[in-house]
């Protein structure tokens, strides 16, 4: 078990360990859930993605326009495993 302090402004720091544990990075979330026997549950916030967050992604990042015979071909080779 690892023994935080509390600072006088309420705040943790976690050691470096916890947070590769955690994989947790700069910048990264952290989720807190609060259960009823006055513990908590800490994880790493992990977005959730939908295809909505996926639409447009690209979007404006080339000029080139490929026709369908061109994706269908792409398509073919990825699945045959080639770049």
């Known amino acids: 078990m690892t023994l935080l302090t509390?600072?006088?402004?309420?705040q943790v720091?976690?050691?470096?360990?916890?947070l590769q544990h955690l994989g947790?990075?700069?910048?990264?979330k952290i989720e807190l859930e609060l259960l009823a026997n006055g513990s908590g549950l800490?994880?790493?916030?992990?977005?959730s993605g939908s295809i909505a967050d996926f639409v447009g992604l690209l979007a404006n990042k080339t000029t080139k326009v490929a026709t369908l015979e061109e994706i269908?071909?792409?398509?073919?080779?990825?699945?045959?495993?080639?770049?």
């Open 72 to 83: 269908n071909q792409a398509i073919e080779a990825g699945w045959a495993g080639k770049k």
């Open 24 to 28: 947790i990075k700069a910048g990264d």
């Open 13 to 18: 720091t976690f050691k470096k360990e916890i």
């Open 6 to 10: 509390v600072t006088s402004r309420g």
């Open 42 to 47: 800490l994880r790493a916030s992990r977005p």
